[in-house]
């Protein structure tokens, strides 16, 4: 009830849902200085951040690691569809392995991994 809800989209229609305390902004998931100019820029940390953007492999990516940084601890990373790259072959185009849950596996495990993004 006492939460300040900040939205990023590259949809502009989503911007219609504001208040005193839901703020919203463009910003292209894809683009790494999007994400710096609109969210990184903005120099607020977030208990709970919900990655529902592209469900591009590559995007999904560039997102975890770019917002990871401001969770605060203890808080939550949400991604929307994890697996929807790999059931889907247009989500992973120009993409190789490994897809995110094993990025996700090996950092846990603090194994180290390589992906290139195109």
Do not use: C
Not at 31 to 45: A, G, Y
């Amino acid at each position: 009830r006492n939460a300040n809800i900040y939205g990023a989209d590259i949809n502009p229609d989503m911007f219609k849902y504001s208040s005193e305390r839901i703020k919203n902004f463009f910003t292209d998931s894809s683009k790494r200085s999007s994400i710096e100019k609109n969210i990184l820029n903005k120099k607020v940390n977030f208990d709970i951040i919900i990655e529902d953007a592209s469900h591009m492999l590559k995007d999904q990516i560039i997102s975890l690691f770019m917002l990871f940084k401001i969770l605060n601890p203890g808080g939550y990373f949400v991604i929307e569809e994890l697996d929807f790259p790999e059931t889907k072959e247009n989500m992973r185009i120009n993409q190789s392995p490994p897809d995110l849950k094993t990025i996700l596996k090996n950092i846990l495990k603090e194994e180290d991994f390589f992906f290139k993004i195109y």
